[in-house]
């Protein structure tokens, strides 16, 4: 029994250290006595063979004794972590009917109304100091239940698994004999104790005479500090679970360490110990149904066959088939249901005798009459040396880092929230090899539910570990070909570094690690490998920029973003950093603030589009329009508030633009509060609604009189509204949208909380810069020898440039343009959109590049030339000064690629890839200034001098959150456009989406469509293959048209 083996050791070696828990030791002799008081105390109160004692408390020396005590009295314990939400301990205290619980002053308050006497264990130790310290008496045998253990249930309720104490005993028998555990051997107790790893923790040593330290709570996530620990406690043998595991085998380690054997399971391993490792790796597979351990093996670094470590072969008096369907053994090789008899089987599930005998079977294989089989719904096949190799599980349950989790448990409890209509929960394996779980859900029809919400609503009924790491709403289940649910295209989450081809490497020097640093900060991810290509994470032109920019300024040298491109990882950009050390950047930031006059000088752009609106005075094509349909509880009071505060921090939202001495300048206005025009169209019909959100939309904005930033409210029906946020270009870009949705969520949900209206200046930090300090400080760095390199460069490359490009119009061009146009949309579907991703980055160019060499083989088609200039538009943020600053910063760049000499498609992104990293190198030369130096033909039949149709490929819309309100944004018919075409694709989760705005003085809406067809077309073709030459390339698309 284990009472009378732990006895045992107390006799031979009473002053032996049994328990270690930060500075606090305890030897043999005083834990059993201990134990022993209130196991006197606890027969008091009726404890027993068969009689449950539930244990609320946190890991501790303490628990460990309560622990033996429940054993010592002839009980069974019931551990309940002490972080478990409070609808979860009723569940499980409630299903127990456990007469007693242990627990601790300071979590009593938590324990819900019930019949069961709770005991306080400090509250306890004067009633308990007048109990006797021997042993006490006990009649349990083998067939006594020692514990009971909850796992996750699939109904959505947790389920108690019973093990008796020959199926503990089992256990221990074969641990302290395969790992040859003596009296002199110290070990780690890492698990929770819900976790039945627990067990095999404590147990096994302190029959043998062994010591046990309690790993502090602090050190549990970090693998450095972990290490460090067991090194200094000189522990020799210790259980992790695996991804901690893998984290200590990534590891330098000392030879002379005290450390012979490293246990690990709980989920799949998916590496091998490393050659020279100073121990032994132990791999281990078990259900709790099993009692913790039903197969192990030690892992050998030259381990060869499957790519992950195998789970072994069955410990001692454990038996392990593979079965099909019916029941029958599979062969060698096979996929089998993996099946477990034996000593080691728990009894069965509390109260649930049902799921007892669907679980637990008669062994068809087994001499005695009672043999059972436990089917534990994982799949696994036998090698040829008899060792399993673990495949997964045949239905939800899945493992997450040593807890059993049903995965219909988390939907069935989101289910319950009244906003969810249906829920998919999924254990994800990121590009790092960590597991997450994620959820997705589908909203009931105008339903209003947060993420952060969902959250605290889950929290309340599921574990710490059963908490999804993300909760994503889409909108519908994606489908294959075949009417499945491709969970491959659900969208992951923001942050998660996507799964790679290359094994994740942590960075290692201290160069590395800042360079990382700035990739996460740019990239937006959790985690960045030192070999990650800057592609396969995702990045584009933009966000190198950034980092380029911000390479410069963390280490003082000279980097270009040619230099980033050539460089696409972190470890190659360290190289390339360090040899660079002699090559000083000075930075322009430097110069960026100034003392303000008392009118400012306009931007190049700014300038440009003001000498616009002279000649076209309210031109609608430069005014900004963006419509949300809000459904849900709007809080007006907060709207407002947040767009005060956003006018306050914001001067480009209060800024006009006047002439002065016959120049223009920028007037910052005083702060002011916004006009929300309202508008009731509850009473009016679709065609009505449309003709006056139309006429909203086309609001002709003065840049004298301002204000140049509007706000429209209309009301659809009660809680049913659509919100118009309309500027005029003059005073923003795209950049700042992304900037002006952030800061809106942010204030509106501060302020839609009473306890933080006070608090609105605590919101964001305050930047010391300004747009009108973008203005100042370029007119300043404009000058000398930085605008004569810039323009000489400009001069070379555009050198001969042919306008205009004879498009294929369908009217004669007007003599005056009169900006009148229409959008087309169209969707690329998610397999061209991965491939054309795909593409990319085995070409190493960004998805911009792949997208606008499409683009230009369109223009190539279309018009029958090769000499071809696009204009894009930019963000030109180079100093990151100004990169939070809402206001005007765009300009163009011309990119001229040359088709000539039937170049194969990877010879032509090779092109574009050098056009278009030259460009954003010199992208600081304003268009407007390039015009002026350039002189170029104008003809005014034209929108633009040197340019016809522009090209942009930017990341997906930002999205606007407001709390209690689904929000979409509403895409609805310009009537205006800037350019001959304007094509563009925007990235959306896994499609690309595309439009091409146009000029409809020259273009009708059936053309339009045809040239969005045949670059579909042309994209196809390109992902194909990309050895084959344009020119069949494109006769093929044109073949193709005509079938």
């Known amino acids: 029994m284990i009472q009378t083996l732990f006895e045992a050791q107390v006799q031979r070696m009473p002053d032996a250290v049994a328990l270690s828990h930060q500075h606090e030791r305890m030897t043999y002799q005083e834990l059993n006595e201990r134990s022993n008081q209130l196991a006197h105390y606890l027969q008091t109160l009726g404890v027993g063979p068969e009689v449950l004692v539930a244990l609320y408390l946190p890991r501790s020396i303490e628990l460990i004794i309560a622990f033996l005590a429940i054993i010592k009295a002839g009980g069974a314990y019931v551990p309940v972590d002490a972080t478990y939400p409070l609808d979860r301990l009723a569940f499980i205290l409630n299903d127990t009917q456990a007469p007693i619980v242990i627990t601790h002053s300071s979590l009593q308050r938590n324990m819900p109304n019930m019949a069961s006497q709770v005991l306080c264990l400090d509250a306890l130790q004067p009633v308990l100091a007048f109990y006797e310290r021997g042993n006490p008496a006990c009649t349990t045998n083998y067939q006594n239940l020692a514990y009971a253990i909850y796992t996750s249930g699939s109904t959505g309720e947790p389920k108690g698994v019973l093990v008796e104490q020959q199926s503990l005993l089992n256990l221990i028998d074969w641990h302290l004999t395969a790992f040859a555990v003596t009296a002199e051997d110290r070990a780690s107790q890492f698990a929770s104790i819900s976790f039945d790893a627990s067990v095999w923790e404590i147990w096994p040593y302190l029959l043998i005479g062994a010591s046990v330290h309690l790993i502090p709570d602090q050190l549990l996530g970090d693998p450095e500090q972990l290490q460090q620990w067991l090194l200094a406690e000189k522990i020799s043998i210790s259980f992790l679970p695996t991804i901690m595991a893998e984290a200590l085998l990534r590891r330098s380690w000392h030879e002379q360490s005290s450390l012979r054997i490293l246990l690990t399971g709980g989920d799949r391993l ?3 110990p490393p ?11 078990g259900p ?11 892992l050998s670094a030259d381990a060869q066959g499957s790519f992950f470590p195998s789970i072994g072969w069955p410990i001692t008096n454990v038996q392990v088939y593979l079965l099909d369907q019916e029941g029958h053994p599979v062969p060698i090789g096979e996929t089998g249901e993996l099946c477990i008899g034996g000593q080691g089987l728990a009894r069965g599930y509390l109260k649930r005798p049902l799921l007892t005998l669907e679980r637990f079977i008669p062994d068809p294989f087994g001499t005695g009459g009672e043999a059972r089989l436990y089917k534990t719904g994982d799949f696994a096949r036998m090698r040829s040396d008899g060792a399993l190799e673990f495949l997964g599980r045949l239905d939800q349950q899945v493992k997450l880092r040593g807890f059993r989790i049903e995965l219909g448990e988390i939907e069935a409890t989101l289910n ?16 790092v090899g960590e597991s997450h779980l994620l959820a997705y859900f589908i909203a009931h029809e105008r339903a209003s539910c947060e993420s952060e919400e969902l959250k605290r609503f889950l929290a309340k009924y599921l574990p710490a570990y059963m908490l999804p790491r993300a909760l994503i709403r889409i909108e519908r289940w994606p489908l294959t070909l075949n009417g499945k649910l491709d969970t491959a295209a659900l969208p992951l ?11 994740y490497v942590e960075p290692q020097t201290p160069v590395e690690k800042e360079v990382a640093a700035i990739w996460r900060t740019v990239l937006q991810l959790d985690q960045v490998g030192r070999n990650d290509h800057f592609f396969d994470l995702g990045g584009n032109s933009l966000q190198a920029t950034q980092i380029v920019v911000r390479l410069r300024e963390q280490f003082a040298v000279t980097i270009e973003l040619m230099d980033f491109f050539d460089n696409p990882t972190i470890a190659l950009q360290s190289t390339y950093l360090e040899e660079s050390r002699d090559r000083i950047f000075s930075s322009a930031e430097d110069g960026v603030k100034t003392a303000h006059p008392a009118q400012f000088p306009l931007s190049f752009a700014q300038e440009a589009l003001w000498m616009i609106e002279q000649f076209h005075t309210g031109l609608l094509a430069y005014t900004v329009p963006l419509l949300f349909h809000l459904q849900g509880r709007l809080h007006l009071s907060a709207l407002e508030q947040s767009l005060s505060q956003l006018i306050l921090e914001h001067e480009s939202l209060r800024t ?24 009731d169209l509850s009473l009016l019909n679709t065609t009505e609604r449309t003709h006056h959100i139309r006429q909203a939309v086309q609001h002709r904005f003065d840049l004298e009189q301002g204000p140049l ?45 009473p306890q933080i209206i006070a608090q609105p200046d605590q919101l964001r930090e305050r930047s010391i810069f300004h747009a009108v300090d973008y203005a100042i400080w370029q007119r300043q760095y404009l000058q000398g020898s930085v605008l004569t390199h810039l323009v000489e460069y400009w001069k070379k490359q555009l050198s001969g440039t042919p306008f205009p490009l004879p498009l294929p119009t369908d009217h004669p061009r007007p003599l005056r343009p009169t900006y009148c146009g229409a959008i087309y949309y169209f969707t690329l579907n998610t397999r061209l959109s991965y491939a054309l991703r795909m593409l990319s980055r085995k070409e190493n160019c960004t998805l911009f590049m792949t997208l606008l060499t499409a683009a230009q083989l369109l223009l190539k088609s279309l018009c029958k030339v090769n000499d071809i200039v696009i204009g894009s538009p930019t963000a030109n943020r180079t100093q990151r000064a100004f990169e939070p600053l809402v206001g005007y910063f765009v300009n163009i760049l011309l990119l001229r690629t040359n088709l000539a000499g039937n170049p194969d498609l990877r010879e032509l992104l090779a092109r574009v890839r050098e056009t278009t990293l030259g460009a954003y190198q010199h992208r600081e030369l304003p268009f407007e200034l390039l015009v002026q130096h350039l002189q170029p033909y104008r003809d005014h039949r034209y929108l633009s001098p040197l340019f016809q149709v522009a090209f942009q490929c930017k990341p997906q819309f930002p999205e606007l959150t407001l709390p209690h309100l689904q929000i979409q944004l509403i895409e609805f018919e310009t009537t205006t456009s800037r350019f001959d075409l304007n094509i563009e694709f925007e990235e959306a989760q896994d499609q690309l989406k595309g439009m091409i705005e146009y000029n409809t003085d020259i273009f009708m809406a059936t ?3 045809h040239f969005a067809k045949r670059l579909e077309q042309i994209l196809w073709s390109m992902t194909l293959d990309p050895t084959q030459q344009i020119d069949e390339l494109l006769a093929q698309v044109e073949r193709n048209e005509t079938v």
């Open 270 to 272: 998916r590496l091998y």
């Open 1007 to 1009: 053309t339009i469509q």
């Open 416 to 431: 319950r929230h009244p906003a969810i209509q249906e829920s998919l929960t999924l254990l994800h394996e990121d590009g």
């Open 656 to 679: 006009v633009f006047v002439e002065e001495d016959e120049e223009p300048v920028q007037k910052i206005m005083p702060a002011f509060a916004p006009i929300i025009t309202w508008s």
């Open 288 to 298: 709790t149904e099993a009692t913790v351990v039903a197969t192990s093996i030690e």
């Open 275 to 285: 050659a020279q490792l100073p121990f032994k790796v132990i791999n281990n597979y």
């Open 709 to 753: 930033f509007l706000v429209k409210l209309i009301k659809l029906q009660t809680d049913d509204h659509l919100l118009l946020l309309l500027f005029h270009h003059i005073i923003i870009d795209w950049w700042s949208v992304q900037i002006l949705f952030k800061e809106l969520s942010l204030l509106y949900t501060t302020f839609s909380q």
């Open 493 to 503: 989450p923001f942050g998660m570094r996507p799964e790679l081809h290359t094994v």
